[in-house]
DNA sequence: TATTATGACGCT
DNA sequence: CAGCGTCATA
């Protein structure tokens, strides 16, 4: 929580005793819970006539194995079977930094967080396949496509697909093996270890031993055994895992891509159970398995519990495995957490998590960023237009061919920056970001509104004698909110933009008032805040609206900085000003003086020199105690 | 200087 | 809702 003072939690309750202990923040830290809110898909458990058998959902997760390196090794398999890793920015540091390692390479000692250099030292031989670079940066996109390929290969086989990755993916299993439930039970299909292939049993020794043990169940009472809860969940889990491994050996049969599974009742479950065999193999978790494993579980190798939160419990309560998070009570937890993460914690050391399989198989975002660590941080204009160039470049390639094969486009382009005073004493930076509507996948457009854009933010931290008072240390770009189709009239910026390129003088392109309807896509114009009411002129370009609030949000940055928000002129800018206008004037080259007009618009005489100095010295929230 | 480059989502 | 923080993984 960053905007309180330590005495309300995340529901803006009274904090009660105790809670005060675990900082401010502990609400943020908490989100993490939230999605996993969803009330139990209980459907799945009422026996009806059409559906008599009730069983607990069945989730698998799919995780491709050592995913770069096989994208790799599957264009040069000549290398297939040895050691290999996948680095990044081999002529940086160390030979560059290790994003994959092969199977062969862990067990000659090569390790995650490695260098390309560190590998060689442990591992001469080991072959370094290197991302390939455009534009300045790494370019992934091989792996994207790659994962593309698997994910529609999962498309086939199930309905309910979740991409949570470029390499991994859940689905919802529970329909398909209903369906074939009857089947199995009437022993028309019959479970084997042949059709169950790779898998695994959590907790168990041998496949074969849970199958047999399964069958004389069914054998020895098949009524009592459709009866119990337990006995058909476990029968439904080998289905699933009869499902999963076919779909996994289709994989590899179209994309030569080897990849592991696990199959349980809960994303949480299915998680974990993925990450017990591995590669190449399935892991089946059963729930009578879920508390001998969980007892020698780190939380923080739980979904959710790998960050601040796992930490936090882990410090506070004086425990590191799941088996002992299940024998605290709520009330001690509760202590520490808000009611809601105390009884989400307390189902989930059980082996309960309720967070539904989402159906969708494409990314919710596109983008692009780069870190620019040390000398070589940004602080001048011409860098962060060349580089938005650069990211444009990839970016509208990649929006494009997103268009064409499924037919939507994005809406917003949201341009992120992390930024310090000193690149070389400060580690990690502020960070911020600023959007603007995203009318057309044209390549000028897109570098002029995210170059703006930018140049604005950083511009009202400090500008003087060509170079922003700031470094920028990470520079991003990104398109999201995806809409249907193409971009058409109806999206009205796209208008505001195609007058714009005509040249037109803005006062005849917009004589009246009636633009204010059209401003803002899909809102009413009603509820547009634009401050001070301006004329029409100054709302008419798709980005002036959001310009106008790109000075950085001072309360948003951690909580007392409102204090201090004393408005004051920045006199320093107010001398860089004709220098700013001649410098973008060059800068912008390619888009048309008839825009400077609004460019002088984008830096109003009053900055916030209390708040923009704050800024860089104000860092971290405080880390949990 | 030193993981980097992505991506999803919750809160205010 | 825009912007920030958290969590996650190749």
Known sequence: MKSNTGHRNDQGRVAEEGEEVCGEQLGAMENARKRCQAPSTSKSLMATEDDPYKIDPLIALIDMDCFYVQVELRLEPEWRGKPAIVVQYKTRHKGGGIIALSYEARERGVKR???????????????????????????????????????????????????????????????????????????????????????????????????????????????????????????????????????????????????????????????????????????????????????????????????????????????????????????KLRQYFSEETARWLASLAVGIDNEPVQERDLPKSIGCSKNFLGKEALSTREQVKKWMEHFVSELSVRLKKDQAENNRSASLLTVSITYVKDPFKIKSGQSCSRCAPMTSYDNEAMVYDAFMVADRLLTSLGYRNGRYHYAVINLGISASKMRDGGFTASRIDSYFRGQKKKEVDDSQIFPGNKYSELKVKGRDASKIQLGKAKEVRERKGSITKYLNQASPRKDAQGGQASHHQQQKVRTEHMESKSDTETRLGQLLQATRSQRMGKVRRLFPARFTDEGGTRLGGRQRRRVPQ
């Open 113 to 331: 967080f490695h260098h390309a250099d560190d590998a060689r030292e442990v591992c001469p031989e080991v072959k370094v396949f290197v991302v390939p670079e455009l534009h300045g940066k790494a370019d992934l996109t091989r792996y994207r496509d790659a994962g593309a390929e698997v994910i529609r290969v999962m498309k086939k086989h199930f309905h309910c697909v979740e991409r949570a990755s470029v390499d991994e993916a859940f689905v919802d299993l529970t329909k398909e093996v209903k369906q074939l439930l009857p089947r199995y039970l009437s022993k028309e299909l019959k479970l084997t270890p042949e059709a169950l292939g790779s898998t695994c049993i959590a907790e168990s020794h041998s496949v074969e031993a849970w199958l047999d043990q399964l069958y004389l169940k069914l054998e020895e009472d098949p009524e009592a055994f459709v009866a119990s809860s337990v006995q058909l969940n476990n029968f439904a889990l080998a289905i699933g895992a009869v499902l999963v491994n076919d779909l996994r050996q289709d994989i590899i049969n179209v994309t030569e891509f080897h990849c592991s599974g696990g199959i349980s009742y809960s994303k949480t479950l299915s998680k974990l159970a993925c990450g017990l065999n591995k590669p190449r193999k399935q892991t089946v978790l059963p729930g009578n398995a879920v508390g001998p494993l969980f007892n020698k579980t780190n939380i923080i190798d739980v979904r959710m519990l790998g960050g601040k939160l796992g930490r936090s419990i882990i410090e506070n309560l004086c425990i590191s495995t799941m088996g002992e998070l299940c024998k605290v009570e709520v009330p």
